[in-house]
């Protein structure tokens, strides 16, 4: 029985040395064998993973982007419910040209405020449009509805993003903007604005990007 006991105790023991010297061998080597492996997730992307990435001109799904352009403004644009025929929103137009096999990638963002006047018991209707011209465009509607006239002025702050890619382009200059327009007259009882207005600095910007095919 003893001699069992003693059996027992020495497979554990070495059982628990081997367990020890896998563990040190695994903590140790590894960072040798993978040499990004860290210990949390979150890490395997960094911020100078990123910053690596943008000085290669790469995407992160491994997209070469041969140029980028980018253009902000806050300058103070308004425009009421009886602007109904389509303008370019100022500031927010450009011009690209490609080198030909590749695509265009473009986005608008934009803080916007949409006012209502106090009694509006109409639909305000606005169109914000990202286009290029000739080959695509995208359109965001925004819209508001009182069926009841509103107790004092409304105003309501909206985000506003739009975004999308082009097929394959052959070589050429682009030109590239944002129109909008009210789609409902109610005789300016509403109005739509963005940049430095009224204290508020609203903040609109267009990006295009070549992207090799």
């Not at 509805?145 to 702050?157: A, F, L, T, V």
């Amino acid at each position: 029985m003893a001699n069992n006991s003693n059996t027992v105790g020495t497979i554990l023991a070495s059982v628990f040395i081997t367990l020890m010297v896998s563990g040190a061998g695994m903590y140790f080597g590894l960072p040798l064998v993978y040499p990004n492996m860290t210990n949390n997730d979150s890490d395997l992307v960094t911020q100078d993973d990123l910053d690596d990435y943008v000085l290669k001109n790469e995407t992160l799904n491994n997209e070469v982007v041969i140029q980028t352009k980018y253009q902000e403004s806050n300058s103070t644009i308004v425009i009421f419910s009886n602007n109904l025929d389509p303008s370019v929103m100022p500031d927010m137009e450009m011009n690209i040209t490609t080198q030909g096999n590749t695509k265009l990638s473009v986005s608008f963002d934009a803080q916007i405020e949409l006012t209502l006047v106090d009694g509006f018991d109409f639909e305000a209707m606005y169109n914000i449009t990202l286009q290029i011209e000739g080959v695509k465009q995208e359109t965001v509607r925004i819209l508001e509805y009182h069926e009841n006239p509103i107790d004092g002025e409304m105003r309501k702050s909206l985000y506003v993003q739009i975004s999308f890619e082009t097929g394959n382009l052959l070589a050429g200059t682009y030109d590239i903007s944002v129109l909008w327009s009210s789609q409902f007259d109610t005789t300016s009882l509403s109005r739509l604005s963005s940049g430095i207005y009224f204290g508020d600095n609203l903040v609109r910007s267009i990006t295009a990007q070549e992207i090799k095919v």
